[in-house]
């Protein structure tokens, strides 16, 4: 009696887990349900798992925690486990994942769901390639938004490729794949960095993050370096599917047919200008004939680069312009505007680079390559900048400041900026440097195409 007592007041004080009325759930299940959550809630899983095996038989639409407390418990055993037990109990979590989404189907994302089962399927070995495809294509076509995961992403991509190298599917069904799941990863990825973009500004305000918030931005920033590693490994895995020897056959035998299609061309020309097969005549082929069907910023983009390879730089600007003029993605617009501040910094103009990497960062303020590139204009220049020695090494704090933001706006490029900064500070005046000097806590102005102030640090 004191135990059902002290069953009771937990469930009271734990209602949250109850998904279904008290009319349609046994006193006897509430109890076991309790005494279920209870255990699992600190880990104590073997107390737990006879209340689990109980649940799942008797009172498996008792509560969504049967199923969200079953998969941290058997996750925690597939981690002890190996050889077949470890192919048993995954096919156990999966078979927990297909029983959720049985009894609680308006609390289980379709399409998250059937990729989860994909991943234990791929992961451990269970079924063919097939299977794991069809289970992966089915959340794809049936609930895309709801997958998340850049690996299952990325193992979804995979066994497409391997059911091609098999004979089952043809390449070009490969390559638009290819384009949907780069899409998809670069939305997920926009919209990891927007969250953490918010974090990085209030603590550059000077504002300290809440420790959830910390939490937070660490998962952001865990999250968006997996994306950046998984799409990495898309292109990776298309290798050489995609080379310019494949796609230049492909779309001469399709262009005929497609040649009206404006989604087929500008998929065709984004390949190969991503392939840097801009110079065969395919290439223009398709560039004109989409702008020709429907002036936009791709083709506009597109002309602009056959404008640069022909050394035509009036025609270059002029297909810029409206390029800029017609993109309405800020992403985009960024990077039309990093690539143009590239040509001028590899031509030694960098007051112009400056300004279009400024451009660039003003619609996509998480463009970290920009910061780096700056910071990096910054270093080169030191010793044009500055009268004496001094002035010309406190460049370098200018430098550091600029590309260890770019580390802070973009997880992803955190090593190499870390790794720069630290540098550049190494290049900067030392504390002795500055005593010396008398200059703790003035100004330098930095006297060249720069002409920026640097504040000299406090000794």
């Not at 290439?283 to 602009?304: G, I, N, W």
């Not at 617009?333 to 960062?361: D, F, P, T, V, W």
Request: glycine share 6%; net charge positive; with cysteine.
């Amino acid at each position: 009696m004191k135990t059902k007592l002290t069953a009771l007041l937990f469930m009271l004080l734990a209602g949250v887990f109850f998904n279904t009325t008290e009319a349609q759930v046994s006193e006897e299940c509430r109890t076991t349900l309790s005494l279920f959550v209870e255990a699992a809630k600190v880990k104590n899983y073997d107390v737990a798992r006879p209340y689990f095996e109980t649940l799942k038989k008797d009172c498996p639409s008792a509560s969504l925690a049967i199923y969200q407390y079953g998969e941290k418990m058997l996750k925690a055993d597939l981690k002890k486990a190996s050889g077949d037990a470890q192919k048993a109990k995954a096919q156990e979590i999966i078979d927990l994942l297909k029983m959720r989404e049985k009894f609680f189907p308006a609390k289980t994302p379709k399409g998250e769901n059937a990729a989860d089962i994909g991943q234990y399927m791929y992961d451990y070995k269970l079924g063919t390639t097939q299977s794991q495809y069809d289970i992966f294509n089915e959340a794809w076509t049936t609930d895309r938004a709801s997958i998340k995961s850049s690996k299952s992403i990325y193992t979804y991509f995979k066994l497409a490729v391997n059911l091609f190298e098999q004979g089952v599917k043809p390449l070009d069904e490969i390559f638009d794949l290819y384009d949907e799941v780069q899409e998809k990863l670069s939305k997920e990825g926009t919209v990891l960095d927007g969250k953490l973009q918010k974090l990085v500004e209030k603590e550059e305000a000077g504002q300290q993050l809440t420790g959830k918030e910390g939490r937070r931005k660490k998962a952001y920033e865990t999250n968006l370096k997996a994306f950046g590693i998984f799409a990495g490994s898309v292109d990776g895995t298309l290798g050489t599917l995609a080379d310019c020897e494949n796609l230049v056959p492909l779309y001469q035998k399709q262009f005929e047919e497609n040649k009206n299609d404006i989604d087929w061309i500008n998929k065709a020309a984004s390949r190969m200008l991503s392939k840097e097969c801009t110079t065969d005549p395919m290439f223009k082929q398709l560039v004109e004939q989409l702008h020709t069907l429907k002036p936009s910023a791709d083709s506009a983009k597109y002309l602009m680069i056959l404008c640069r390879e022909a050394g035509d730089y009036a025609c270059e600007k002029e297909y810029f312009e409206q390029a800029l003029a017609l993109e309405q993605d800020p992403t985009k617009r960024a990077a039309l505007n990093y690539q143009k501040a590239e040509g001028y910094r590899k031509s030694g103009s960098y007051g112009q680079a400056r300004s279009y990497y400024n451009k660039a960062l003003k619609d996509n303020p998480s463009f970290g390559r920009a910061y780096l590139k700056l910071g990096q204009m910054y270093a080169s220049s030191a010793n044009n900048c500055g009268s004496t020695t001094f002035e010309k090494r406190a460049t370098y704090w200018l430098a550091a400041d600029v590309v260890a933001r770019a580390g802070r706006v973009d997880p992803r490029l955190a090593r190499t900026a870390n790794g720069l900064a630290a540098n550049y500070r190494g290049k900067a005046p030392t504390k002795t440097d500055i005593f010396n000097a008398d200059m703790a806590g003035k100004s330098v102005k930095l006297n060249c195409w720069i002409g920026m102030t640097v504040k000299v640090p406090k000794i």
